[in-house]
């Protein structure tokens, strides 16, 4: 039972466009989220978070977005640089646990 | 500036061998994790450990085992290698922030990779 979904494989993006990822869950008692960031042979680092009192969390060229009706959160990347070419992972907690629940991933490829 | 330090990097295995995996962090973090990443599976979590000499089960526990001796290592150990367990293993750390009562993100190794033939 995947209780958080990456639905995309892979995205591929243009220089200086947006780059948008999905990431869909179907626990009702997440309330926090994180993006990591995973380049080869290094582990993932932590991108952002969004609680799920916001619907919107910011951080330079990064923004996260939650709607929570529809169980879904989305990072918005603008404008996409080649260096963010990456396997993005979205992760989810549910309050009180230490324990997260990691998507599959989505390999970000942004063409110069 | 290490972070999370785990050893070895690189590891081939016959099946029934045991082996010992590694994990350090220098950040002081109450909490440690082992996770396996396998392809198209993302991140699953193995056991994790909220304390020094406390440990407890993940999402795939089973053929490992683990140790939190002292704080700022996490030990995990498989008894009789599997060819199952050929995988990527990651160690995380994280703190607890008491006035959000909330955890900090989890900081990761940079990975060992397995493999048992």
């Known amino acids: 039972d995947q209780q958080v979904k990456q639905n995309s494989p892979s995205l591929s993006v243009q220089e200086g466009r947006i780059s948008i990822l999905n990431c869909d869950y179907t626990n009702s008692m997440f309330d926090y989220f994180l993006w990591y960031k995973k380049y080869p042979a290094e582990g993932p680092t932590f991108l952002i978070s969004?609680?799920?009192?916001?619907d919107k969390n910011e951080d330079g060229r990064f923004t996260v977005f939650l709607n929570k009706s529809a169980k879904h959160l989305s990072l918005h990347i603008v404008p996409s640089q080649p260096g963010d070419s990456a396997v993005y992972f979205c992760a989810a907690r549910a309050d009180g646990n230490e324990k997260l629940t990691f998507g599959t991933g989505t390999r970000l490829t942004i063409i110069p | 500036n290490a972070g999370v330090t785990q050893t070895p990097k690189f590891r081939v295995l016959k099946t029934g061998q045991s082996m010992t995996l590694l994990c350090a962090q220098d950040?002081?973090?109450?909490?440690m994790y082992w996770y396996r990443q396998d392809p198209g599976m993302g991140l699953r979590l193995i056991h994790y450990?909220?304390?020094?000499?406390?440990?407890a089960k993940g999402e795939v526990p089973d053929g490992y085992n683990v140790s939190r001796l002292k704080k700022q290592n996490f030990l995990l150990g498989l008894e009789s290698a599997a060819p199952s367990q050929t995988s990527v293993y990651f160690c995380?750390?994280?703190?607890?922030?008491?006035?959000?009562?909330?955890?900090?993100?989890?900081?990761f190794g940079d990975g060992t990779r397995l493999s048992i033939l």
């Open positions: 995380a750390s994280s703190s607890r922030d008491r006035r959000a009562r909330a955890n900090q993100p989890q900081h």
């Open positions: 969004i609680s799920s009192i916001k």
């Open positions: 450990s909220v304390g020094e000499g406390t440990t």
């Open positions: 950040m002081n973090h109450e909490y």
